[in-house]
């Protein structure tokens, strides 16, 4: 994208954050882009060194069954691919506009990569924990294959308060597809997934 069209990209996905507590941005990477990850993270994936995923920050987590079905892996930024090198290039880039633009005070982020299988889900909950606030920002990259259907479930869905009720926002979780939103204040749930769903979550954090 030529620079000042990915500035106004960037500056509507930080309306509609600041508006609504939460964005969808369809194409922040590319099919190709999209293609190189998926198959990085089956590559892990099929090597085995995925973990079935726990409760809690990086540091802190338990397993708990019932609560979440997917399996993760940790990106260490330390120890990039050339392909999460791709990634990290984007998406650094795009904080360092959130920071310059919105005084946010991002200072780290954390982020895994999640394959859920058939038949799993993440039951409703927020994405801090009692130990750990620093988290303000969740953002989840959807690394599915183009002929992802709604049939195939795995839908994002956003609960947004309103006076005396809720609004439920579903998100299909198609490929190159970015979903950002308060990690403080917004509670969301994965539906059940009938087709492995793929993506990179991450979490923008304070000091
Ligand atoms: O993959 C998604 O759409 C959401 C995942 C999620 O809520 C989480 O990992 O905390
Ligand atoms: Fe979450």
């Avoid at 940790?74 to 050339?82: G, S, T």
């Avoid at 609004?167 to 059940?192: C, D, Q, T």
Wanted: glycine share 6%; with cysteine.
């Amino acid at each position: 994208m030529a620079e000042d069209a990915l500035i106004k990209y960037y500056e509507s996905i930080i309306n509609n954050l600041i508006e609504n507590k939460f964005a969808i941005a369809d194409g922040f990477f590319s099919g190709e882009e999209v293609n190189l990850l998926r198959n990085n993270l089956m590559q892990k994936y099929e090597a085995d060194i995925f973990k079935k995923s726990a409760i809690g920050n990086k540091d802190d987590a338990i397993i708990v069954t019932g609560i979440r079905g997917d399996f993760i892996l940790w990106l260490d930024e330390q120890h990039l691919d050339a392909v999460e090198q791709i990634y990290f290039n984007k998406v650094n880039n795009f904080i360092a506009y959130l920071n310059r633009t919105c005084f946010l005070g991002l200072v780290d982020g954390e982020f895994h990569y999640a394959l859920y299988p058939n038949n799993t889900f993440y039951k409703r909950h927020l994405d801090v924990f009692q130990k750990d606030s620093r988290r303000m920002l969740s953002v989840i990259f959807y690394l599915n294959d183009d002929d992802w259907q709604t049939a195939d479930g795995g839908e994002l869905v956003i609960y947004l308060p309103k006076p005396e009720t809720e609004e439920a926002v579903v998100v299909h979780p198609l490929g190159g597809r970015m979903v950002i939103f308060n990690s403080r204040e917004l509670e969301h749930e994965v539906k059940f997934v009938h087709r492995p769903r793929k993506s990179i979550t991450g979490w923008l954090r304070t000091r």
